[in-house]
C-alpha cells in the first residue's frame, strides 16, 4: 500500500455542536455541514493543510454506514496531533482550544524528548496533542 491519507473523520455525538468547536472556536476553515438531504450522509470537511482534511460525521451515521454497532469512544485508543512552530504557540492554542470549550487534560509542559506539549480533549471526547517538536517544524 502506497500510504495517501487524505481524510481523518472523527465521530461526534451533535454534529453542530462539533462543527461550532472547530470552525468558531478554533478557526478551522470550512464551508459547513453538507449532506443533510440524505440520510445518515451529514457532515462537514475542514481544511488542514493541502490534500488533508478533517471531517465530522455522527457517530450513528458512521455505526449506519460501516455496518459496525455503535460503541463508547476510548479516548485513549487514539489521539491527534498538532504541531506548531514554538512553545507559545502551544499554550495559545491550548488557551484556545479552552475557550473554545475543550478540556485540558494535561498542561503544556517541557517533554522528556526535547520537545513541549500538552493534550486536550474536544467535546466529544476525542484527544488531542499540541506540541512543538524541534525536529519536526511544520511549514509556515
Avoid at 487524505?6 to 454534529?15: E, F, I, K, P
Avoid at 460525521?57 to 506548531?84: E, S
Wanted: hydrophobic share 40%; charged share 20%; with cysteine.
Amino acid at each position: 500500500m502506497h500510504p495517501h491519507i487524505s481524510v481523518l473523520t472523527l465521530a461526534v455525538q451533535d454534529l453542530e455542536r462539533a462543527v461550532a468547536f472547530y470552525r468558531d472556536g478554533l478557526g478551522l476553515p470550512t464551508d459547513g455541514i453538507v449532506g443533510k438531504e440524505f440520510e445518515h450522509g451529514a457532515v462537514a470537511f475542514f481544511d488542514l493543510q493541502p490534500q488533508l482534511k478533517l471531517a465530522l460525521w455522527a457517530q450513528r451515521d458512521i455505526a449506519h454506514d460501516t455496518g459496525l454497532p455503535q460503541t463508547p469512544p476510548c479516548p485513549t485508543g487514539f489521539t491527534i496531533g498538532h504541531n506548531v512552530r514554538g512553545k507559545e504557540e502551544v499554550d495559545q492554542v491550548m488557551a484556545q482550544a479552552r475557550d473554545a470549550g475543550a478540556t485540558l487534560l494535561k498542561p503544556a509542559q517541557d517533554t522528556f524528548w526535547g520537545g513541549y506539549a500538552g493534550y486536550f480533549r474536544d467535546p466529544d471526547g476525542h484527544v488531542w496533542e499540541v506540541v512543538w517538536n524541534p525536529a519536526l517544524m511544520p511549514p509556515s
